[in-house]
């Protein structure tokens, strides 16, 4: 488990794979991997590097939703305050399926899982924006200030609250996470979005 305001932080499984836990994520597997696959089970946001194993195949468990793999890269965000469970595939073949529907993505293309929603495929995701938190990055490409809020109260462990209206401005822009918090707040506010902070709460304003 890595909890919210924590670093990135990565470990190996018993069959060679890594994996890449960011802040607020845990994983949970086996000491090791006996029977037919090898299973695992994740909440909030993963990158995987798995080893070849043709027999046994690797499964990952995120909110309802199945990625089987024999051997690849891929990028899992499956935070429960999060609008779909989002798998990118970086390297390789995976099956993503939830429920009766199922699909295989290509190298760079992503499956959207939300809730009582059929599977929806991106076919050429934002690879960046997509790795920017393994790399220590906040990457941006017009999002939303409400998803800039959730990535932000994950990383610096704060809670977030909306006077009014939640701002309809998109940004777009790169910043190293190991940057304060006070730095990505001032770039901000020069979209004209405004914070109070109140202790570890801050308070969006138009």
Request: charge should be neutral; hydrophobic fraction near 40%; proline fraction near 4%.
């Amino acid at each position: 488990s890595n909890p919210r305001g924590s670093k990135v932080i990565n470990l190996k499984l018993s069959d060679g794979s890594m994996v890449w836990l960011n802040a607020g994520s845990s994983v949970e597997y086996p000491v090791s991997f006996i029977g037919g696959s090898r299973e695992v089970t994740i909440s909030g946001e993963a990158y995987f590097e798995v080893s070849k194993n043709p027999v046994q195949p690797f499964v990952v468990k995120a909110n309802g939703t199945y990625v089987e793999v024999l051997g690849t890269h891929f990028n899992i965000n499956a935070y429960s305050d999060e609008p779909a469970v989002r798998t990118t595939l970086i390297e390789g073949s995976v099956k993503v399926s939830r429920a009766n529907q199922a699909i295989i993505l290509k190298p760079g293309q992503q499956a959207n899982v939300a809730a009582e929603e059929n599977i929806r495929l991106v076919a050429n995701a934002d690879l960046e924006e997509v790795m920017a938190w393994k790399n220590g990055l906040f990457q941006f490409r017009k999002a939303e200030i409400a998803t800039i809020m959730r990535q932000l109260s994950r990383w610096y462990d704060v809670e977030i609250v909306y006077e009014g209206e939640i701002p309809k401005d998109r940004f777009s822009g790169n910043l190293p996470r190991d940057s304060k918090l006070s730095v990505i707040l001032s770039a901000l506010e020069q979209s004209q979005v405004h914070f109070r902070v109140e202790g570890k709460k801050i308070i969006v304003m138009p």
